[in-house]
Protein backbone atom coordinates (compact mmCIF):
# COMPACT_ATOMS: atom_id res chain seq x y z
CA UNK A 1 0.00 0.00 0.00
CA UNK A 2 2.99 2.78 1.34
CA UNK A 3 4.71 1.53 -2.47
CA UNK A 4 1.77 2.56 -4.21
CA UNK A 5 0.86 5.72 -2.19
CA UNK A 6 4.72 6.76 -3.37
CA UNK A 7 3.96 6.09 -6.89
CA UNK A 8 0.79 7.89 -6.96
CA UNK A 9 3.08 11.01 -5.43
CA UNK A 10 5.00 11.11 -8.43
CA UNK A 11 2.45 10.82 -11.00
CA UNK A 12 0.60 13.48 -9.72
CA UNK A 13 1.70 16.80 -9.61
CA UNK A 14 0.94 18.01 -6.12
CA UNK A 15 0.23 21.88 -4.88
CA UNK A 16 1.41 20.71 -1.29
CA UNK A 17 5.36 21.13 -0.52
CA UNK A 18 6.96 19.27 2.28
CA UNK A 19 7.43 21.55 5.49
CA UNK A 20 11.31 22.46 5.66
CA UNK A 21 12.75 20.69 8.65
CA UNK A 22 14.38 23.23 11.21
CA UNK A 23 18.52 22.99 11.03
CA UNK A 24 18.10 23.52 14.73
CA UNK A 25 15.80 22.09 17.05
CA UNK A 26 15.03 22.85 20.67
CA UNK A 27 17.29 19.84 22.82
CA UNK A 28 16.52 19.32 26.15
CA UNK A 29 18.34 16.44 25.96
CA UNK A 30 20.32 15.95 29.54
CA UNK A 31 23.63 18.06 28.32
CA UNK A 32 26.87 16.29 29.19
CA UNK A 33 29.52 18.03 31.83
CA UNK A 34 29.73 21.55 31.73
CA UNK A 35 33.51 21.61 31.50
CA UNK A 36 35.98 24.47 30.65
CA UNK A 37 38.19 22.05 28.69
CA UNK A 38 36.96 19.33 26.89
CA UNK A 39 39.78 16.55 26.27
CA UNK A 40 37.94 14.77 23.71
CA UNK A 41 36.46 15.06 19.82
CA UNK A 42 33.99 13.38 17.88
CA UNK A 43 33.22 13.60 14.55
CA UNK A 44 30.22 11.98 12.49
CA UNK A 45 30.06 10.86 8.54
CA UNK A 46 27.06 12.35 8.08
CA UNK A 47 25.42 15.35 9.60
CA UNK A 48 22.03 14.47 7.28
CA UNK A 49 20.25 11.78 6.44
CA UNK A 50 17.80 11.54 4.04
CA UNK A 51 14.89 9.55 3.93
CA UNK A 52 13.93 8.68 0.59
CA UNK A 53 11.20 6.12 -1.07
CA UNK A 54 12.49 2.43 -0.54
CA UNK A 55 14.82 3.87 2.46
CA UNK A 56 16.53 1.09 4.09
CA UNK A 57 18.37 2.24 7.19
CA UNK A 58 21.75 4.01 6.93
CA UNK A 59 25.32 3.08 8.95
CA UNK A 60 26.54 6.40 10.56
CA UNK A 61 30.72 6.09 11.34
CA UNK A 62 31.80 8.03 14.53
CA UNK A 63 35.72 8.80 15.05
CA UNK A 64 37.43 10.98 17.84
CA UNK A 65 40.44 11.19 19.84
CA UNK A 66 40.34 11.22 23.91
CA UNK A 67 42.58 10.82 26.43
CA UNK A 68 44.67 7.40 25.64
CA UNK A 69 43.98 6.23 29.55
CA UNK A 70 40.18 7.08 29.56
CA UNK A 71 36.98 5.14 28.40
CA UNK A 72 34.81 6.11 25.70
CA UNK A 73 31.10 6.42 25.76
CA UNK A 74 28.96 7.71 22.68
CA UNK A 75 25.00 8.62 23.21
CA UNK A 76 22.81 8.66 20.26
CA UNK A 77 19.65 10.64 20.89
CA UNK A 78 16.71 12.59 20.76
CA UNK A 79 15.10 15.21 22.46
CA UNK A 80 12.86 13.76 24.96
CA UNK A 81 8.98 14.26 24.06
CA UNK A 82 6.01 12.95 24.89
CA UNK A 83 5.20 9.13 24.41
CA UNK A 84 2.03 6.43 24.94
CA UNK A 85 2.40 3.21 26.11
CA UNK A 86 -0.22 0.77 24.96
CA UNK A 87 -1.44 -1.61 27.41
CA UNK A 88 -2.64 -5.37 25.97
CA UNK A 89 -5.34 -7.56 27.75
CA UNK A 90 -7.28 -10.54 26.89
CA UNK A 91 -10.55 -9.85 26.11
CA UNK A 92 -12.44 -13.18 25.41
CA UNK A 93 -10.24 -14.88 22.51
CA UNK A 94 -8.54 -11.45 21.49
CA UNK A 95 -5.70 -9.19 23.17
CA UNK A 96 -6.94 -5.98 23.26
CA UNK A 97 -5.56 -2.47 23.89
CA UNK A 98 -6.97 -1.77 27.73
CA UNK A 99 -5.29 1.22 28.31
CA UNK A 100 -2.77 3.99 28.55
CA UNK A 101 0.41 4.95 30.01
CA UNK A 102 1.73 8.30 29.30
CA UNK A 103 5.43 9.18 29.66
CA UNK A 104 6.02 13.07 29.51
CA UNK A 105 9.58 12.56 28.63
CA UNK A 106 11.01 9.67 26.33
CA UNK A 107 13.80 10.06 24.07
CA UNK A 108 12.08 9.10 20.43
CA UNK A 109 15.88 7.17 19.75
CA UNK A 110 18.31 6.37 22.30
CA UNK A 111 21.81 4.32 21.13
CA UNK A 112 25.21 3.73 23.28
CA UNK A 113 28.26 2.58 21.79
CA UNK A 114 31.69 2.19 24.64
CA UNK A 115 35.22 0.67 24.89
CA UNK A 116 33.47 -1.58 27.69
CA UNK A 117 29.96 -2.08 29.46
CA UNK A 118 28.48 1.63 31.01
CA UNK A 119 28.30 0.01 34.58
CA UNK A 120 32.09 -1.08 34.88
CA UNK A 121 33.37 2.81 33.86
CA UNK A 122 30.51 5.10 35.37
CA UNK A 123 29.29 4.92 38.79
CA UNK A 124 25.05 4.43 39.30
CA UNK A 125 25.16 8.49 40.23
CA UNK A 126 26.92 9.41 36.96
CA UNK A 127 24.97 7.02 35.32
CA UNK A 128 21.56 8.89 35.94
CA UNK A 129 23.16 12.33 35.84
CA UNK A 130 23.96 11.58 32.44
CA UNK A 131 21.20 9.63 31.39
CA UNK A 132 24.17 6.81 30.33
CA UNK A 133 23.34 3.14 30.52
CA UNK A 134 20.61 1.31 30.99
CA UNK A 135 19.89 2.62 34.51
CA UNK A 136 20.48 6.58 33.54
CA UNK A 137 18.00 5.61 30.65
CA UNK A 138 15.69 4.00 32.92
CA UNK A 139 16.00 6.88 35.65
CA UNK A 140 15.08 9.63 32.79
CA UNK A 141 11.76 7.87 32.17
CA UNK A 142 8.88 10.44 33.70
CA UNK A 143 5.82 8.16 33.69
CA UNK A 144 2.35 9.77 34.88
CA UNK A 145 1.43 9.96 38.07
CA UNK A 146 0.06 6.91 39.41
CA UNK A 147 1.56 4.03 37.81
CA UNK A 148 4.34 1.53 38.50
CA UNK A 149 7.25 3.56 36.91
CA UNK A 150 9.60 1.03 37.15
CA UNK A 151 7.80 -1.50 35.57
CA UNK A 152 6.41 0.66 32.75
CA UNK A 153 9.57 2.41 31.94
CA UNK A 154 11.07 -1.01 31.23
CA UNK A 155 8.46 -2.25 29.13
CA UNK A 156 9.10 0.78 27.12
CA UNK A 157 12.90 0.28 26.59
CA UNK A 158 12.12 -3.52 25.78
CA UNK A 159 9.34 -2.22 22.91
CA UNK A 160 11.80 0.43 22.37
CA UNK A 161 14.93 -2.38 21.84
CA UNK A 162 12.21 -4.48 19.31
CA UNK A 163 12.08 -1.56 17.41
CA UNK A 164 15.53 -1.17 16.67
CA UNK A 165 14.95 2.55 18.40
CA UNK A 166 16.69 2.20 21.94
CA UNK A 167 20.36 0.00 21.93
CA UNK A 168 21.35 0.42 25.42
CA UNK A 169 24.16 -2.72 25.50
CA UNK A 170 27.15 -0.45 24.89
CA UNK A 171 30.26 -1.65 23.75
CA UNK A 172 31.29 -1.36 20.09
CA UNK A 173 33.99 1.48 20.23
CA UNK A 174 37.88 0.51 19.56
CA UNK A 175 40.80 2.58 20.30
CA UNK A 176 43.55 3.27 18.72
CA UNK A 177 47.17 3.63 20.05
CA UNK A 178 47.38 7.24 18.87
CA UNK A 179 44.43 8.29 21.17
CA UNK A 180 41.90 7.51 18.44
CA UNK A 181 38.47 5.79 18.71
CA UNK A 182 35.97 4.71 16.37
CA UNK A 183 32.60 2.87 16.05
CA UNK A 184 29.22 2.48 13.73
CA UNK A 185 26.02 3.14 14.77
CA UNK A 186 23.20 2.04 12.64
CA UNK A 187 20.19 3.84 11.76
CA UNK A 188 16.51 1.91 11.69
CA UNK A 189 14.75 1.94 8.19
CA UNK A 190 11.79 3.22 10.26
CA UNK A 191 13.50 5.79 12.51
CA UNK A 192 11.64 9.38 12.95
CA UNK A 193 12.35 12.38 11.04
CA UNK A 194 14.05 15.18 13.35
CA UNK A 195 16.85 16.60 15.16
CA UNK A 196 19.51 14.16 16.90
CA UNK A 197 22.07 14.26 18.66
CA UNK A 198 25.85 12.50 18.79
CA UNK A 199 27.06 13.37 22.67
CA UNK A 200 30.98 11.78 23.51
CA UNK A 201 32.15 11.54 26.68
CA UNK A 202 35.82 10.54 27.97
CA UNK A 203 35.77 8.84 31.15
CA UNK A 204 37.79 8.39 34.07
CA UNK A 205 37.63 7.42 37.80
CA UNK A 206 34.46 6.82 37.61
CA UNK A 207 33.19 10.07 36.21
CA UNK A 208 32.94 11.98 33.16
CA UNK A 209 35.85 14.33 32.23
CA UNK A 210 35.20 16.19 29.35
CA UNK A 211 32.28 15.57 26.38
CA UNK A 212 31.64 16.94 22.52
CA UNK A 213 28.70 16.82 20.71
CA UNK A 214 27.61 16.67 16.81
CA UNK A 215 24.13 17.32 15.79
CA UNK A 216 22.35 15.43 12.94
CA UNK A 217 19.38 15.94 11.08
CA UNK A 218 16.94 13.19 9.47
CA UNK A 219 14.67 14.24 7.06
CA UNK A 220 12.33 12.95 4.35
CA UNK A 221 12.49 14.09 0.55
CA UNK A 222 11.03 13.65 -2.43
CA UNK A 223 7.73 11.86 -2.58
CA UNK A 224 8.00 10.49 1.11
CA UNK A 225 7.76 13.82 2.37
CA UNK A 226 5.04 14.65 0.52
CA UNK A 227 3.19 12.03 1.64
CA UNK A 228 4.06 12.96 5.00
CA UNK A 229 3.09 16.25 4.62
CA UNK A 230 -0.30 15.48 3.15
CA UNK A 231 -1.51 12.73 6.08
CA UNK A 232 -0.44 15.64 8.84
CA UNK A 233 -2.11 18.82 6.90
CA UNK A 234 -4.43 17.46 5.00
CA UNK A 235 -5.68 14.25 6.34
CA UNK A 236 -9.43 13.96 4.36
CA UNK A 237 -7.24 13.89 1.42
CA UNK A 238 -4.31 11.41 2.19
CA UNK A 239 -7.49 9.33 3.31
CA UNK A 240 -8.96 9.63 0.31
CA UNK A 241 -6.04 9.21 -1.69
CA UNK A 242 -5.59 5.66 -0.05
CA UNK A 243 -9.02 4.72 -0.66
CA UNK A 244 -8.45 5.25 -4.97
CA UNK A 245 -5.45 3.34 -4.52
CA UNK A 246 -6.40 0.60 -2.73
CA UNK A 247 -9.87 0.47 -5.08
CA UNK A 248 -7.83 0.32 -8.02
CA UNK A 249 -5.36 -2.13 -6.57
CA UNK A 250 -8.12 -4.20 -6.04
CA UNK A 251 -9.59 -4.01 -9.77
CA UNK A 252 -5.94 -4.26 -11.09
CA UNK A 253 -5.45 -7.67 -9.38
CA UNK A 254 -9.47 -8.58 -10.12
CA UNK A 255 -8.35 -8.03 -13.54
CA UNK A 256 -5.33 -10.29 -13.78
CA UNK A 257 -6.35 -13.27 -11.79
CA UNK A 258 -9.26 -13.05 -14.26
CA UNK A 259 -7.11 -12.99 -17.13
CA UNK A 260 -5.26 -16.01 -15.67
CA UNK A 261 -8.41 -17.84 -15.00
CA UNK A 262 -9.44 -17.59 -18.62
CA UNK A 263 -6.45 -18.83 -19.97
CA UNK A 264 -6.51 -21.92 -18.03
Known sequence: MRALLLLAAVLCASPFQ???APSHAADSTPPAANLSVSPI????????????????GDLLHV??????????????SSP??????????????????VGRVQFESAPRIYKLRSTR?????????EQVRETLGAQGLKASLRVQPGV?????ASELIRLKIDKGFYDTEGGGVTRGADGTYQAEFRWPSRGPSGA?????????????T??????????????????SHLAATHGPTYGLLAVLVALLTGLAAGALFGRLGRAK
Not at 41 to 56: C, L, P
Not at 63 to 76: E, F, I, M, Q
Not at 80 to 97: A, C, H, Q, S, V
Not at 117 to 125: N, W
Open 18 to 20: AAA
Open 41 to 56: TVAVSKAEIRITAGFH
Open 63 to 76: TGTAPRNSDVVLRL
Open 80 to 97: PREETLDIKGKRGPLWLT
Open 117 to 125: PVEEILSPE
Open 148 to 152: DAGLF
Open 196 to 208: YRMDAFAISGGAV
Open 210 to 227: GSASREILVQKVGAEAWI
